[in-house]
């Protein structure tokens, strides 16, 4: 098993440009989850899934998209990146009440 | 929503003291709450977690405390080692009106001193 697998692991965009943030997980978790983690920060929730279909808006979704076709994949997409943006960003997945599994991360700058 | 509040933000203790990291919830639905350690550069991973069924679990060093009603968990480490020096996350996972998911803390930075 890969676990969770992001793409790309580093990206500098520039002002205005779009992206997508890819992830996908060999688990067969229900719930995935995005997460933006700024400089000496917390993990903060940007949008989740609770299967496919299904997404819900986290705690900070301005300026992000989502889709979950599949148990498998959640992208999250960066439209016009602004540099409030720049951020580390983690895909997790877990079951229901148990261990949620990261993602390696992606860098992102936004210059 | 769901908010989770964790104290303290930085902890500096000596080799071989414990430490103790607190958080709170405000979401009476939520019913599992994981532990994560996260070093420099990496993803956080988990190190403990509990449910809602019970008050206390350990796990050698490390042990976590859970007060329904008041509605806070505490993490406790016992003989720090330099190892042990990195970012903690509290977390809770909560259902509610069907859907579920998990909220982290802000974060302990905990330096180990030799």
């Known amino acids: 098993n890969a676990g969770v697998t992001q793409t790309p692991k580093f990206r500098i965009l520039k002002i205005g440009q779009s992206m997508t943030l890819q992830c996908t997980q060999d688990m067969n978790h229900n719930y995935m989850y995005w997460y933006r983690q700024d400089p000496g920060m917390g993990l903060k929730l940007i949008y989740y899934?609770?299967?496919?279909?299904?997404?819900d808006k986290g705690e900070v979704p301005n300026g992000y998209n989502v889709s979950r076709s599949t148990t498998e994949d959640f992208p999250l997409r960066l439209e016009l990146a602004a540099p409030s943006q720049t951020s580390v960003y983690f895909c997790a997945s877990s079951l229901k009440n148990t261990e949620a599994f990261f993602g390696q991360g992606t860098r992102l700058t936004v210059v | 929503g769901e908010n989770v509040e964790q104290h303290p933000s930085t902890l500096s203790v000596q080799e071989g003291d414990s430490a103790v990291i607190k958080c709170t919830y405000s979401d009476s639905a939520s019913n599992y709450f994981p532990w994560y350690k996260q070093e420099l550069g990496k993803r956080p991973q988990l190190i403990i977690d509990?449910?809602?069924?019970?008050g206390e679990k350990k796990d050698q060093r490390i042990a976590v405390t859970l007060n329904k009603t008041a509605k806070h968990f505490s993490l406790h480490i016992t003989e720090t080692q330099p190892e042990d020096s990195a970012v903690y996350f509290c977390a809770v996972a909560t259902t509610t009106s069907g859907t579920y998911k998990y909220i982290f803390g802000t974060g302990t930075r905990l330096k180990v001193l030799a």
């Open positions: 899934s609770v299967g496919a279909g299904i997404t």
């Open positions: 509990i449910r809602s069924n019970v």
